[in-house]
């Protein structure tokens, strides 16, 4: 009787997929979590450099005005999770810059699991003309 269970391979086809779902399923969710923050770093990345796009173009851009582009251009993302948006305006050696700073907080996608905030930040700067 005994041989008999031992030989028969009814069920192991299950007991195999049991074993092997819940690495396949993390696998899943880290790709789905790596594509949004990479999707989210590149749109912090395309509107930084709107932004110091905008204040090259037009030297009498007002801070307000670059950073209401920097906003705009992150129209799909949640407003919410913007940590940081500002505008640098200088000088260095007599040349003046322009520099746009942008932070973006990724939530993880299952909150029941302890697993921290992804904080993303874009600098972008650019040499202004005189």
């Not at 009787?1 to 997929?17: C, P």
């Not at 801070?63 to 407003?79: F, G, I, Q, Y």
């Not at 520099?99 to 930040?121: A, E």
Request: glycine share 6%.
């Amino acid at each position: 009787m005994l041989r008999r269970l031992l030989r028969n391979r009814a069920g192991s086809s299950t007991v195999d997929f049991a074993f092997a779902l819940p690495v396949l399923v993390t696998l899943m969710l880290g790709m789905v979590q790596m594509g949004v923050s990479l999707h989210a770093s590149g749109a912090l990345r395309h509107a930084a450099t709107e932004g110091v796009r905008l204040a090259k173009v037009d030297p009498d851009a007002t801070e307000t005005e670059v950073l209401t582009r920097v906003k705009s251009e992150l129209a799909a993302m949640d407003a919410d999770k913007i940590t940081t948006l500002k505008f640098e305006h200088g000088t260095t050696n007599g040349a003046d810059y322009g520099k746009v700073t942008v932070g973006y907080r990724v939530d993880p996608l299952i909150p029941l699991l302890p697993v921290p905030s992804i904080n993303l930040s874009e600098e972008k700067q650019v040499w202004l003309p005189q």
